[in-house]
């Protein structure tokens, strides 16, 4: 079983600074996806960024990157000048497999605040 | 339809009573996944369908849960005899294809059992 875990239940930076959201995961699998979904207040959850565990570069979607250590089972996301509206939860997930299609085991989240 | 819906938005149900839960996927997505969320935690695994087909069912909690996909497009889950703590949002999730990483998720259904 695969187990996630974020250790920050919340975070707050100022609006235009830059934050980093922790991640670890525990998995006896080779292969893998990782995922970093955004959840707003009273909307719907929507993917912000993945990763799959054969690659070794860092995925990067405009303001948001990941640190992605797969030896040390960690997964970070790094978010860049900082908006107001990236205040959300956020949740990291992980799913097995190299063909995806399988469930999300996701961790706990962390609240994220972005202050102007 | 644009993105996945669900039906109703909320729900308040006293104890014992049964609820369905409806889930309208994205047209021609085949995967569909139902996701329950804890007030404060992250969403859990409940149930994978493929186009008509269960596939797994290892996260429903108890016999009291069940679901259906009985033409591989809309979904119901069932819950029967809630109990407090069934209380949850329960999440609709489909994907493109059976061998695609992305799910799309609905609002949610929030389920509050009194």
């Known amino acids: 079983a695969q187990t996630v875990t974020q250790s920050q239940p919340e975070m707050s930076v100022q609006e235009a600074e830059t934050v980093t959201l922790s991640c670890t995961y525990d998995?006896?699998?080779?292969?893998?996806?990782l995922f970093w979904y955004k959840q707003p207040p009273s909307r719907q959850m929507i993917l912000v960024i993945r990763q799959e565990a054969y690659k070794q570069q860092n995925a990067t979607e405009n303001r948001f990157s990941v640190n992605f250590q797969k030896a040390a089972k960690s997964f970070s996301l790094k978010i860049s000048d900082s908006q107001l509206g990236d205040t959300a939860m956020y949740f990291c997930a992980f799913m097995k497999g190299q063909n995806a299609g399988n469930m999300l085991t996701f961790g706990g989240g962390t609240r994220l605040m972005v202050k102007p | 339809g644009a993105g996945v819906s669900q039906s109703p938005r909320y729900k308040v149900a006293k104890r014992g009573q049964d609820v369905a839960l409806r889930c309208d996927p994205i047209s021609g997505h085949v995967s569909l996944f139902w996701y329950q969320q804890a007030l404060g935690q992250g969403p859990e695994f409940l149930t994978y369908f493929q186009n008509e087909a269960q596939l797994d069912k290892s996260g429903l909690p108890s016999d009291r849960f069940f679901a259906e996909r009985p033409e591989g497009s809309v979904s119901t889950l069932k819950i029967q005899r809630t109990q407090q703590e069934d209380s949850a949002v329960y999440l609709c999730?489909?994907?493109?294809?059976?061998?695609?990483?992305?799910?799309?998720f609905g609002p949610g259904t929030r389920l509050t059992v009194t």
């Open positions: 998995t006896s699998e080779n292969n893998y996806y």
């Open positions: 999730a489909t994907a493109r294809a059976a061998q695609t990483y992305e799910q799309y």
